[in-house]
T-cell receptor, first 109, second 117 residues
Framework: LAKTTQPISMDSYEGQEVNITCSHNNIATNDYITWYQQFPSQGPRFIIQGYKTKVTNEVASLFIPADRKSSTLSLPRVSLSDTAVYYCLPMNRDDKIIFGKGTRLHILP | GAGVSQSPSNKVTEKGKDVELRCDPISGHTALYWYRQSLGQGLEFLIYFQGNSAPDKSGLPSDRFSAERTGGSVSTLTIQRTQQEDSAVYLC???????????????FGSGTRLTVV
């Protein structure tokens, strides 16, 4: 199972773009990079997933370089409601996923 | 159902009693996972089901913990002789394992908050 490293916490202001970078040096060939968001008292929620290059959906963008040893979650124009814990997870169909401690993002007014 | 349903949402029990936590996954999802999250901590993997079998029970913290899944659907996590350190939110997730093309996303329920007093 690939080990991940991401910042423990980040602060930003409303309206800013937030980028959270995760390193996963020993990612497996069949792993997809997946990000989850967790609000207090709720289960984690799937945000975005990608294999390489760039993926964008209505919530976020995910940038993955060619070597796939890191990934960056980009949240455009954050609001107070984006305050949450964000988890970076290499995933494949054969392994359970192990959650790290995630990045605690705090959006300030 | 439309999402993963867990019951009860809250459970307070006395130390030494047994508890059963239920998870109803999304219809058709073959994989089911149990996690535990203590206050302010990350998610701790407990057990994984593929269909009715549990190929990975490595996360169960002690033999007081057991889980089963019947009919490839509903799962029950049982904790016997509960201890105060068992107090946590117990989260269930299910996924539709696909052959190719990605999207191995899990859908989580809202969890059961267990308090052992």
């Amino acid at each position: 199972l690939a080990k991940t490293t991401q910042p423990i916490s980040m602060d930003s202001y409303e309206g800013q773009e937030v980028n959270i970078t995760c390193s996963h040096n020993n990612i497996a060939t069949n792993d997809y990079i997946t990000w989850y968001q967790q609000f207090p008292s709720q289960g984690p929620r799937f945000i975005i997933q990608g294999y390489k290059t760039k993926v964008t959906n209505e919530v976020a963008s995910l940038f993955i370089p060619a070597d796939r040893k890191s990934s960056t979650l980009s949240l455009p124009r954050v609001s107070l409601s984006d305050t949450a814990v964000y988890y970076c997870l290499p995933m494949n169909r054969d392994d359970k996923i192990i959650f790290g401690k995630g990045t605690r993002l705090h959006i300030l007014p | 159902g439309a999402g993963v349903s867990q019951s009860p949402s809250n459970k307070v029990t006395e130390k030494g009693k047994d508890v059963e936590l239920r998870c109803d996954p999304i219809s058709g999802h073959t994989a089911l996972y149990w996690y535990r999250q203590s206050l302010g901590q990350g998610l701790e993997f407990l057990i994984y089901f593929q269909g009715n079998s549990a190929p990975d029970k490595s996360g169960l913290p002690s033999d007081r913990f057991s889980a089963e899944r019947t009919g490839g659907s509903v799962s029950t996590l049982t904790i016997q002789r509960t201890q105060q350190e068992d107090s946590a939110v117990y989260l269930c997730a299910s996924s539709l394992v696909q052959g190719t093309g990605g999207n191995y996303g899990y859908t989580f329920g809202s969890g059961t908050r267990l308090t052992v007093v």
